[in-house]
Nanobody, 127 residues
Framework: QVQLVESGGGLVQAGGSLRLSCTASGRIFSTLYMGWFRQAPGKEREFVSVITLTGEGIGYAESVEGRFTTTRDNFKNTVYLQMNALKTEDTGVYYC????????????????????WGKGTLVTVSS
């Protein structure tokens, strides 16, 4: 069983930056495809980013492309989400997700049947 623990959320003004971290345990980290999702108040969970095993493949939601950067450190068992130029619409709970097998980019972006999830960290962007 994989445990995922997110950290780094908080309150920030629009235009500011935050860096989220997600540390995994329970499995060799380099065998996990990692990603970030978020859920705004009253809305469904949505895909934010995905990063493949060694970080060679990275994908972003259109809404965050150019502002957010996902990286991973397989020695520290951690995936990061650097968020710059934050907007009020970026407010929400951010969840880390991990999958042991790859079933395609569309599958991961759907968030369906992903193996492991963290409990989330709240990001609030004020105007």
């Amino acid at each position: 069983q994989v445990q995922l623990v997110e950290s780094g959320g908080g309150l920030v003004q629009a235009g500011g930056s935050l860096r989220l971290s997600c540390t995994a345990s329970g499995r060799i980290f380099s065998t996990l495809y990692m990603g970030w999702f978020r859920q705004a108040p009253g809305k469904e969970r949505e895909f934010v980013s995905v990063i493949t095993l060694t970080g060679e493949g990275i994908g972003y939601a259109e809404s965050v492309e150019g502002r957010f950067t996902t990286t991973r450190d397989n020695f520290k068992n951690t995936v990061y989400l650097q968020m710059n130029a934050l907007k009020t619409e970026d407010t929400g709970v951010y969840y880390c997700a991990a999958a042991g097998d790859w079933r395609g980019d569309s599958w991961f972006r759907s968030g369906q049947d992903i193996d492991f999830w963290g409990k989330g960290t709240l990001v609030t962007v004020s105007s």
